[in-house]
């Protein structure tokens, strides 16, 4: 029963260095998403996907990227790594949302340091 | 601009009593509310949810109440338990925007033995 899961876990990084964080999620989900959470700012949409081969900003999408080539994934870019970017990131997935009754699942998060 | 406020960043309760944590929220296009449940080093989980259409929904020891007049929602838990210590968040979907969900900052709640 794997639902979200995000790879890797742990990471530290130099500035200015790139990374990849990796999302998978096996419920068939539409939606993808990548947060962040930080103290006291609660969870800020980063990117976002609605579908395979589609992405679309977030509430601070700047210093990352993101692709979805399969509806599967979700990959979390970051090209220049900096200080301000160490993180606890989470990816999320759902079905269509809107007032169905649907939820957004989470993955158990990728604690990122940049030094 | 904050659309979902959770204006106490945390809350003590004693065990056994009522644990009532608030969220407010200024977009009245919101109609799907749902509250999410976080452990340190956890991923965020889903509690319970309320569509705009109703005012009260239950599940166990968890009542979610809707107040659309005042843009107002709480999450009751009665009795609290020390495994409901964690930080909860408010969240709330746009209608008509069914690929968007916004979260409130979150409360901490710590139950006290």
């Known amino acids: 029963n794997a639902g979200v899961t995000q790879t890797p876990k742990f990471r530290v990084l130099k500035t200015g260095q790139s990374m990849t964080l990796l999302c998978a999620q096996d419920?068939?989900?539409?939606?993808m998403y990548w947060y962040r959470q930080d103290p006291g700012m609660g969870l800020r949409l980063i990117h976002y996907s609605v579908g395979e081969g589609t992405t679309a900003k977030g509430e601070v999408p700047d210093g990352y990227n993101v692709s979805r080539l399969k509806k599967q994934n979700f990959l979390l870019g970051l090209e220049s790594a900096a200080p301000s970017q160490t993180s606890v990131y989470f990816c999320a997935s759902s079905p269509r949302l809107g007032n169905s009754g649907n939820t957004i699942y989470f993955g158990e998060g990728s604690w990122l340091t940049v030094v | 601009d904050q659309q979902v406020k959770q204006n106490s960043p945390s809350l003590s309760v004693q065990e056994g009593r009522i644990s009532i944590l608030n969220c407010d929220y200024t977009n009245s296009m919101f109609d799907y509310f749902l509250w999410y449940k976080k452990y340190p080093a956890e991923g965020p989980t889903f509690l319970i949810s309320?569509?705009?259409?109703?005012d009260k929904n239950e599940d166990g020891r968890f009542t979610v109440f809707l107040n659309k007049s005042a843009k107002h929602l709480s999450l009751h838990i009665v009795p609290s338990q020390p495994g409901d210590s964690a930080v909860y968040f408010c969240?709330?979907?746009?209608?008509?925007?069914?690929?968007?969900?916004?979260f409130g900052k979150g409360t901490r709640l710590h139950i006290l033995p």
């Open positions: 969240a709330a979907v746009p209608m008509n925007r069914d690929d968007k969900i916004i």
């Open positions: 419920m068939n989900h539409e939606y």
């Open positions: 309320i569509s705009s259409i109703k």
